[in-house]
């Protein structure tokens, strides 16, 4: 009907302005179009035809079985993929944490004397490998085996036993996937292996110059294999700290369990040896000799915390990881440069001149001080972490001068009393909301009430108590132990070297070559001008 009225049309129109030849020749074009207008029509709906079966079959149902396996290797390459992440992230952190020792041993050898320069540089050496040795065969069991519900210590993973998964057959697997990522128990091993000779190594700071390399060794052992690892079994490890009063201690990356730790422990050593012949007649002869070793030691030793502090998030599998990580290192640096130029003010003020040896050692105790809660405090309570550091370090380091405690690289202000004040402003600064709310290992969020929805409130001022009873449990446990050894090795005559080791010092009497460099300048060559 629409065609013949259309065909009706174009005739009129034709009779009105043309010939019956023209109105002819327009029906056939007309005509002609229609026929192709209907071959698009059937070639659309073809089309349109053969999508929705292709829909319907997508569609299709999927039993529970197979939707089943799917989500699981879905799940399973997420979790590989979470635990590339964790491994590639604290291998690299692990890595700077021990490059760490080079700036223990460019700064102490620095801040000792040029005769003593080869001991200095052998004991840390020595402290890494005997530490690893500890930390293998005994350290890592006591800090993070299975406690059997004692919260006091491991007693599983003795020698490296049970890091390894095996099928059926007997034969080594890569490590299952859970919902926590495909961390291994090695790559745990590895980047805690890092924090303890890194406690341990404080020590060597603290006692420098005047105790026997075998003795020390002795104790390194020790200082790993046992007394550190424990403190880690009540904290890291999950122990009674991590439960205490329902919130627990709180320290991020170790301004007590490490720091404070090799601090004590260093202390209770230099109090039993007793101070370097000639320290408080002559203290002339006993400042730095090298600070350009001693400068390289602190930038070796700030650029290392990078691994120390950001990778104490031991994760890095979302952007909250990677956010966290970079909220630790701002707060790592800022601290770290207010306490360097809080000390280097003190310092003008008291002497009139500058002191560079002050700067690096400021530097040192922000950082120190901001290791406890870099994880969860803002900015500005970093910056005032780092300025109340300085003048903590300032006052303890004053107060053992006037104790006549001889510690030559200024081991014990630095890394115990600034670690001390670190574990009280990791409460006392934590970012949760006023001063009822706390965040403490939670990051980003609130410690949640008992509900596991709303904030605990009042858990602020629990976990400044929990932080207290951590800080005097590491006095009582390292410094005591460690005063205890010492003085054992003091009384069988292994401690300390002869009087005329001292004098002339040790490298011409234990080392070979029997200098670490020579200081004397180059004798002019014939002809020179």
């Not at 009105?16 to 005509?31: C, T």
């Not at 460019?106 to 402290?127: D, F, P, Q, W």
């Not at 122990?239 to 201690?249: C, H, K």
Request: hydrophobic share 45%.
């Amino acid at each position: 009907m629409m065609k013949s009225g259309v065909i009706v049309v174009l005739s009129a129109l034709a009779v009105a302005n043309g010939s019956p030849e023209e109105l002819q020749a327009e029906i056939q074009a007309l005509r002609q179009q229609l026929r192709q207008q209907k071959v698009l029509i059937k070639e659309q709906g073809d089309r349109l035809l053969e999508e929705e079966e292709a829909q319907s079959r997508r569609l299709q149902f999927v039993d529970a079985a197979t939707l089943s396996t799917q989500v699981a290797a879905w799940d399973t390459t997420t979790y590989n993929l979470g635990g590339a992440m964790d491994s590639l992230w604290l291998c690299l952190c692990g890595a700077l944490v021990m490059f760490m020792h080079a700036g223990f041993a460019m700064l102490e050898t620095g801040c000792c004397r040029a005769k003593n320069a080869s001991n200095v540089l052998m004991k840390n050496l020595v402290n890494v490998c005997v530490g690893t040795l500890g930390w293998w065969l005994l350290g890592w069991a006591f800090a993070y085996g299975s406690q059997s519900g004692t919260e006091l210590f491991g007693s599983s993973g003795f020698f490296g036993e049970g890091f390894y998964t095996r099928d059926a057959s007997g034969n080594i697997t890569p490590v299952s996937c859970g919902s926590d990522g495909c961390q291994s128990t090695m790559l745990s091993w590895f980047f805690q292996w890092a924090f303890c000779t890194a406690g341990a190594t404080i020590v060597s700071g603290a006692v420098a110059e005047r105790v026997k390399g075998p003795t020390y060794a002795a104790f390194a052992f020790v200082m790993t294999s046992f007394i550190y690892p424990m403190v880690v079994a009540w904290t890291w490890g999950g122990g009674w700290l991590a439960v205490f009063e329902g919130v627990g201690y709180m320290d991020f990356a170790g301004s007590g369990i490490v720091h404070l730790t090799g601090g004590v422990s260093g202390l209770a050593g230099t109090v039993v040896l007793g101070p370097r012949k000639g320290r408080f007649v002559n203290p002339e002869e006993f400042e730095p000799h090298n600070l350009p070793l001693v400068v390289l030691g602190t930038f070796a030793l700030w650029f290392g915390w990078y691994g120390f502090n950001p990778g104490s998030t031991l994760t890095m599998k979302t952007g909250n990881d990677g956010a966290l990580a970079a909220q630790v290192a701002m707060n790592t640096t800022l601290a770290a440069a207010t306490g360097g130029i809080t000390v280097f003010v003190l310092r003008y003020f008291i002497t009139k001149k500058y002191d560079v040896g002050g700067l690096c050692n400021g530097i040192l105790a922000g950082l120190v001080s901001i290791t406890a809660g870099c994880g969860s405090m803002e900015c500005g309570s970093a910056f005032a972490t780092g300025l109340i550091g300085g003048f903590v370090y300032q006052g303890a380091s004053m107060l053992l001068q006037k104790l006549k405690v001889d510690d030559p690289v200024d081991a014990s202000p630095v890394h115990g009393f600034c670690g001390i004040w670190g574990c009280m402003a990791v409460a006392l600064f934590d970012w949760g909301k006023g001063f009822d709310h706390y965040h403490g290992w939670s990051g980003w969020s609130c410690t949640p009430g008992s509900d596991g929805v709303s904030c605990k409130t009042g858990a602020n001022g629990t976990g400044l108590g929990a932080n207290v009873v951590m800080v005097l449990m590491i006095i009582v446990w390292a410094g005591l132990l460690s005063g205890i050894s010492f003085f054992v090795l003091k009384r069988t005559r292994m401690l300390r070297i002869s009087e005329e080791v001292e004098e002339t010092g040790m490298d011409s009497h234990h080392h070979s070559p029997p200098k670490a460099y020579s200081l004397s300048a180059a004798p002019a060559t014939a002809g020179a001008v």
